[in-house]
C-alpha cells in the first residue's frame, strides 16, 4: 500500500504576516514577480495585442516578432526576445527571456509552447511564481494544463525566498532556500490552492531529511486535511507524537495525535474544535490506554483527562456556558504537566451557567461541582447557584439603586452543608462636577441559612452598611522646559512638552455595625489580606457572603498625576494614603471562642504609598509599598520594572516581600541579537526559602520563511522538592505550518511580559 500524506498550514495560532521578517535584499529576488511590460492598461475583451522592435505582422497567418516583443490578451501578457504568433490557432512558439504572466502565475523560461486562447502550453527550464504567498520554484518542463492547473516535471516548490538562506553569503548559495520540496511530479491547481506531488523529498538548505511516496500541501497557507509535523519530547515523559489535522469544514475541525511516552506507552490526544453563528467551543480527550508505570490500586491501568469549553448565544439576552474537566486519577498532573502551576492543582472544575440579561435584570443559573484531586483544600459544591441583580441606567449624578440576591445549596463529603438564600439593597447617588464629588450609599444585606449537619440547623444574620466617597480635584499648568543639572547648558533635558499635574485628595467613609457570626459556616468566603490588597476603598474585608466586616473607619489618600496635555498619556503617578479606625475589628473567620482573642485594636492601617510612570518612551516604573508607623517597618512593598524599546529589547524585573508570608524575585527578558538570532529568558526565585521555582532559558532563529524556538524549562514539582526539566522545540515554515510541541512560544508569553511573536 503507497503511504499516503499531506501537510497543513498551521491550524490554530494565527502567526503574523512572514514579509515582515523580510529584508529589502530579501525580497528583492526572482522568485518575487516581476513587472511586465503591457501594451494597454484597459485591454479590449479578447482582443490580441502585437508590439516587438521588429518583424512582420499577418492578419491571418503567422507573425514574426524579435526584440522587445509584448503579447497581450485580457490578463494574459507575454514578453520575450523573439516569438511567432499563428493567427489561426491562436498559438505562440517564443524563445530567449521569455516571462508568461496571467493572473496569480508568472513563468520564465527560454522557450515556451502556449496556446493564447485556451492558457495551455508547454514551457522547458522554467522558473515559476505561483499564488499571492509567494510560492516559486523551477521545473525542467511545466505544462499548463489550463488557466489555473499547472503540471511540473522534476520539480521543486518553497514559499521561501532564495536569498532567505542563512548560506546566502557563501559562494555559489544565492540559488539555495532554507527549505523546498522536491518531487518528480507536481499538480498545482490555482482554484483549490492545493498542491499534489509524488516522489517527494522535504529538503532544508538543499540536504534531504525526509522522503514522501504521496504529498499534498497548501499553495496559500490555507488550512488543509493531512498529517501535521511530528513532535519530539526531550523531557521526562520523552518519545514523538503524529498529529493528524482533520479539516471537515471552515468552522469546525479537529486533530487526533498519537504519542509515545517513556515508561507510560502510547497517549492519544484529540481535540475538536467548532464555531457557527450560536455555538463555539472545544472538546479536548486524552487517554493512554495502559500505562505501564501507573501503579492502580483498583489494577486500571487507563488513564484518561477530558475538558470540554462550549458556549451557546440562544438569542440576544440569553446565553449558556459550559467548562467541565476531569482526569482518571489523583496524580495525572503529577506525571504529565509541564508546569508548577499545572501540578499543584486541587481541584477541577464543572460549571454549567444559563445567564439572561434584560434590560436592568440579570438572572444567572448554574450548577457547580469539582473532582477533588487534594482533600485538603476541597471546595464546596454549587447545587445550584441561582442569582438575580438589577442595575439600571441613570444619568451620573441621578439616584441609582441596585439590588443583589443569590440562593445557593453547598455540598461537600464530611462537612456541613446547606442552602445559603442572600439578599442585598443598595442605593447610591452623587453629587460633584469635574472638580468635586460626594457620593453617599447605603446597602442592607440579610441571609438565611437553611443547614445539615449541625446543630443549629436555621441561622440568619442582617446588616446595613453606610459609606460616603467624597474627593477634590485640582491641577495645574507645568509650562516650558524642565530640566536637571547644575549647568543648564550641559543638563539633560527631563521634559519638553506641554504638562498636567493634578493633586486629587480623597476621603471614604464606612460604617458596619458588628455582629457575631461565628455561627455561620463558611462555604465560599476568605479575608483579604491587607498586604495584598491594601483595602483602602473597600466596605468589607471579606470575598463571598458568609462574612460581613464590622467597619467605623475613614480613608484618607491623596494621588498626584503628571499627563502630557497634548495625548492625556499619565507620565507619573504618586499615591498616599491610609485607614484610620474609630472602632476594634473583631469579625473574623476563627471560631467563636477565638473572636474576642483575635479583635485588632490597631487605631490605623499600615500607610500605603504607591508611585508608577513612565520613567521615559521605554522604561516603566511600578511600586507599591506599606510603613507600619507603630513599629517602624516595612512590612511588604513591591516592585516592578518593565523594559521595552523598538528594538523589541525586553527586560522585566519584579521583587515583592510581605514580611514573613512571601519573599519572592522574578526576572525575565528577551533580547534579538540581530535581525535573525534572539535570547529570551525568565526566573523566579523564592527567597524566603533559597528555592528556584522555576527557570526558562530559549533561543530563537527567523527570517521570513523560516522560525525556531528552542526552550528550556526547569520547574519544582508540586512535592516540593523534586524538579522536572521539559525541553520544547518549534520549527515553522512558511506555507507548511509547524514543527514541534507548540509549546515553546506559549511558555515565552506566559513568562515574559510584554513577549510578542516576533
Known amino acids: 500500500m503507497a503511504l499516503t500524506t499531506s501537510l497543513s498550514a498551521k491550524p490554530y495560532n494565527q502567526t503574523k504576516e512572514w514579509g515582515g521578517q523580510c529584508s529589502t535584499t530579501e ?144 559562494t555559489g548559495a544565492d540559488k539555495i532556500s532554507s527549505w523546498n520540496l522536491a518531487s518528480s511530479n507536481i499538480l498545482l491547481n490555482q482554484n483549490t490552492q492545493i498542491g499534489y506531488a509524488k516522489n517527494v523529498t522535504f529538503n532544508v538548505l538543499n540536504v534531504p531529511v525526509f522522503y514522501f511516496p504521496w504529498l499534498k500541501f497548501p499553495i496559500n497557507n490555507q488550512r488543509l486535511s493531512g498529517f501535521l509535523s511530528p513532535t519530539l519530547r526531550l523531557e521526562t ?84 456556558k459550559l467548562h467541565a474537566e476531569g482526569v482518571s486519577d489523583n496524580k495525572y498532573f503529577d506525571d504529565f504537566s509541564t508546569s508548577l502551576e499545572s501540578s499543584s492543582r486541587s481541584a477541577l472544575q464543572r460549571r454549567l451557567e444559563i445567564t439572561h440579561n434584560k434590560k436592568a435584570w440579570q438572572l444567572t443559573a448554574a450548577v ?56 442585598k439593597l443598595t442605593a447610591s447617588k452623587k453629587w460633584g462636577n469635574q472638580a468635586w464629588f460626594i457620593k453617599p450609599a447605603v446597602s442592607f444585606e440579610h441571609t438565611l441559612y437553611s443547614l445539615n449537619n449541625t446543630d443549629k440547623s436555621s441561622l440568619s444574620r442582617s446588616l446595613p452598611t453606610l459609606t460616603v466617597d467624597t474627593g477634590l480635584f485640582f491641577d495645574r499648568d507645568l509650562l516650558g522646559s524642565h530640566t536637571f543639572g547644575s549647568d543648564k547648558n550641559n543638563s539633560k533635558l527631563l521634559f519638553n512638552k506641554a504638562l498636567t499635574q493634578t493633586l486629587e485628595p480623597r476621603l471614604f467613609y464606612t460604617y458596619t455595625p458588628y455582629k457575631d457570626q461565628s455561627e455561620l459556616p463558611i462555604f465560599d468566603t476568605s479575608e483579604t489580606s491587607f498586604s495584598e490588597t491594601t483595602q483602602l476603598f473597600s466596605a468589607n474585608r471579606f470575598t463571598g457572603r458568609d462574612r460581613i466586616a464590622d467597619a467605623n473607619q475613614i480613608t484618607f489618600a491623596v494621588t498626584s498625576r503628571i499627563q502630557d496635555r497634548q495625548n492625556g498619556k499619565e507620565l507619573l503617578k504618586g499615591s498616599i494614603g491610609q485607614i484610620f479606625y474609630f472602632s476594634d475589628k473583631t469579625v473574623n473567620l476563627l471560631p467563636q471562642a477565638e473572636q474576642i482573642k483575635n479583635t485588632q485594636t490597631n487605631k490605623q492601617s499600615n500607610l500605603v504609598l504607591e508611585l508608577s510612570g513612565r520613567v521615559n518612551n521605554n522604561l516603566q516604573l511600578s511600586s507599591i509599598g506599606l510603613w507600619d508607623q507603630k513599629k517602624k517597618s516595612i512590612p511588604g512593598y513591591e516592585l516592578r520594572l518593565n523594559y521595552q524599546d523598538k528594538k523589541k529589547r525586553i527586560l522585566n524585573v519584579a521583587y515583592r516581600n510581605l514580611k514573613t508570608e512571601l519573599q519572592q524575585f522574578n526576572l525575565s527578558t528577551a533580547f534579538p541579537i540581530n535581525d535573525k538570532w534572539s535570547v529570551t529568558a525568565s526566573t523566579e526565585h523564592d527567597m524566603q526559602n533559597d528555592r528556584n521555582l522555576e527557570t526558562l532559558v530559549g533561543v530563537e532563529y527567523k527570517t521570513c520563511c523560516v522560525k525556531t524556538r528552542f526552550v528550556a524549562k526547569r520547574y519544582l514539582s508540586a512535592d516540593n522538592k523534586s524538579y522536572e526539566t521539559p525541553i520544547f522545540i518549534e520549527f515553522e515554515l512558511k506555507g507548511l505550518g509547524n514543527i514541534g510541541t507548540g509549546n515553546a512560544s506559549n511558555q515565552l508569553k506566559d513568562k515574559i511580559y510584554g513577549y510578542d511573536d516576533y
Do not use: W
Open 237 to 320: 515523559n520523552a518519545g514523538i507524537s503524529i498529529p493528524y489535522y482533520f479539516n471537515f469544514a471552515p468552522n469546525y475541525d479537529a486533530t487526533v495525535t498519537v504519542s509515545t511516552l517513556s515508561g507510560h506507552g502510547v497517549q492519544f490526544d484529540n481535540e475538536f474544535r467548532y464555531l457557527t453563528p450560536h455555538h463555539n467551543g472545544k472538546l479536548n480527550y486524552i487517554f493512554i490506554p495502559e500505562d505501564k508505570a501507573f501503579d492502580s490500586p483498583t489494577n486500571d491501568k487507563r488513564r484518561d483527562y477530558f475538558e470540554v469549553l462550549h458556549n451557546t448565544r440562544v438569542n440576544q439576552t440569553t446565553s449558556i
Open 27 to 170: 525580497l528583492s529576488q526572482p522568485n518575487i514577480q516581476t513587472t511586465l511590460s503591457k501594451i494597454t492598461n484597459a485591454p479590449y475583451p479578447d482582443a490580441i495585442y502585437l508590439e516587438a522592435d521588429d518583424g512582420t505582422i499577418s492578419i491571418q497567418g503567422t507573425s514574426e516578432l524579435q526584440g522587445n516583443i509584448i503579447i497581450q490578451r485580457n490578463g494574459t501578457i507575454f514578453n520575450a526576445d523573439k516569438a511567432t504568433f499563428n493567427r489561426k490557432n491562436n498559438s505562440i512558439i517564443a524563445e530567449g527571456n521569455v516571462i508568461l504572466s496571467t493572473k496569480g502565475l508568472q513563468l520564465k523560461s527560454q522557450a515556451i509552447e502556449y496556446k493564447l486562447k485556451e492558457n495551455t502550453g508547454i514551457i522547458k527550464g522554467a522558473n515559476y511564481t505561483v499564488g499571492n504567498d509567494g510560492a516559486h520554484g523551477s521545473s525542467v518542463q511545466i505544462k499548463q494544463l489550463s488557466e489555473k492547473r499547472l503540471r511540473l516535471k522534476d520539480a521543486t516548490f518553497t514559499t521561501c525566498p532564495a536569498n532567505a538562506s542563512p548560506l546566502r553569503h557563501l
Open 368 to 423: 457547580e461541582d469539582y473532582q477533588i484531586l487534594d482533600a485538603k483544600d476541597a471546595p464546596y459544591a454549587k447545587l445550584p447557584e441561582i442569582k438575580l441583580q438589577y442595575s439600571p441606567l441613570t444619568a451620573p449624578n441621578a439616584l441609582k439603586l441596585g439590588m443583589q440576591s443569590e440562593l445557593v445549596y453547598f455540598d461537600k463529603t464530611n462537612a456541613i452543608t446547606g442552602s445559603r438564600a442572600d439578599l
